[in-house]
């Protein structure tokens, strides 16, 4: 499957920074990564599950989540993992590392907080399929990618 081509970042010592906490009170700039966060997602039309603000050259902790095709996103900002449970492997690919896909453990179940634009505080847990898609996102946040963790898929 190719992935498809947007101006996604790609920049190694660029991603491999970690994002610093989004100021809640700084509505220009929650709004900002709102608007870019969104913008990207409908550049993509709707292909992506998740994108950091980090894919789009901004270390924030801010990321947009779609975890059921045709369901409306979410920016989230300063997520946190308080918990999780088992694990289990997957096979992913990343808008920032090509057409290269890698077998990646994640968790079954997490317990994570994030907060809205509106300063909102949320606690939810999340099962698998949602728990590997915030993870995902949750690592660029942390400046790790697939390649540093998981095992390159060989065609």
Known sequence: MKVLR???????????????????????????????????????????????????????????????RGEEPIVIFNPEVLFSFGSKVSNEGCLSEGDSRYIVKRPLLIK??????????????LPYKKARIFMHEYDHLQGVLLQDKGTLVED
């Open 6 to 68: 947007v101006p996604v970042e790609t920049d190694i010592k660029v991603l491999h920074k970690v994002s610093q906490k989004v100021d809640l009170d700084d509505v220009k700039l929650t709004r900002n990564l709102c608007d870019i966060l969104t913008g990207m997602f409908d550049k993509l039309n709707g292909k992506a599950q998740g994108i950091s603000a980090i894919q789009c050259g901004m270390p924030y902790c801010a990321v947009l989540l779609r975890y059921i």
């Open 112 to 125: 994570v907080r994030y907060f809205t634009r509106y300063k909102e505080e949320v606690t939810k847990w």
